[in-house]
């Protein structure tokens, strides 16, 4: 063999030898990198723009149910101003049928009939003109009984003269008679506290989805700048960052309730 052909195949070999060894392909690409970025943006802003959409629609909720607690609270109000008023109304009337009453017992203790006559006419009149079932019930008034034009007068004595003083006895320290006056407006406002205690709780749900919005944002900044970065190593570490972050925004947000009501809520 010729000096130039040993020549050139030791100079291919040399060159065999000095070819760099070809590369292992990651599997993180550049192009890999890039589509998952991509599609981490997509997902992050569908689910920033439903985490907006059910904050606003808890917003709006919350909204509505402090107009409607206070609409409520002031009927509540009224009702209850009304029931003192009544009640107020009752007391004088009663304070009426107890003198009407003392009348009747000081006039049969010494045998007045006249006197007798007199306020026992008065008596049924007041009660026939003003005396409510409610209060008649708890004195045992007998509104057609004693009213009836037989023996109307021997009736009322009986009724006054009973051993167990319920004629006598003030209605008012009956805690369930007096409690009845001021049951209804008492439901009402307990339905204006609900209201209320649901508008705060949209209140709190607004604010959490708000949180989840403000994290969301923060992992779309992140996928935003993955391409500013020529090391692959800082591409992939702010990426898991984001990662982290979108799972953790996402599992809050799981837990949050929906809204009630509103939008596509119903």
């Known amino acids: 063999m010729s000096e130039e052909v ?7 070999a040399t060159a065999e030898v000095a070819k760099p060894a070809k590369e292992k392909k990651s599997f993180l690409s550049e192009n890999a990198i890039e589509i998952i970025t991509v599609i981490l943006l997509g997902v992050t802003a569908l689910l920033t723009a439903w985490a907006s959409y059910a904050g606003s629609i808890h917003g709006g909720n919350q909204a509505t149910n402090y107009a409607k607690s206070n609409n409520i609270a002031s009927d509540g109000n009224s009702r209850y101003n009304e029931a ?5 109304q009752d007391q004088e009337i009663w304070n009426q049928i107890s003198e009407y009453e003392v009348a009747i017992l000081y006039a049969d203790s010494i045998g007045d009939e006249d ?20 209060m008649g019930s708890v004195i045992g008034y007998d509104y057609y009984g004693f009213f009836d034009g037989e023996n109307d007068q021997e009736e009322i004595l009986a009724w006054l003269h009973d051993e167990s003083g319920q004629a006598v006895t003030s ?17 009402v406002l307990a339905e204006s506290e609900e209201v209320l205690a649901q508008g705060q709780q949209d209140n709190a749900n607004g604010d959490k989805f708000s949180l989840v919005t403000v994290i969301y944002s ?3 900044f992140l996928l935003g700048i993955v391409g500013v970065f020529k090391n692959k190593t800082n591409k992939v570490v702010v990426m898991a960052i984001s990662v982290v ?13 929906l809204p009630a009501s509103g939008g596509i809520f119903g």
């Open 171 to 187: 209605p008012f320290i009956n805690e369930d008679f007096v409690n009845a006056y001021y049951e209804d407006s008492l439901n």
């Open 245 to 257: 972050c979108l799972l953790i925004a996402f599992i809050y947000m799981l837990t949050i309730p």
């Open 218 to 220: 923060v992992v779309l």
């Open 115 to 134: 006197a007798i006559e007199e306020n026992v006419w008065k008596l049924q009149w007041l009660c026939a003109d003003n005396l409510t079932e409610e």
């Open 6 to 12: 040993k020549e050139e195949v030791k100079t291919e």
């Open 84 to 88: 003192v008023q009544r009640m107020a």
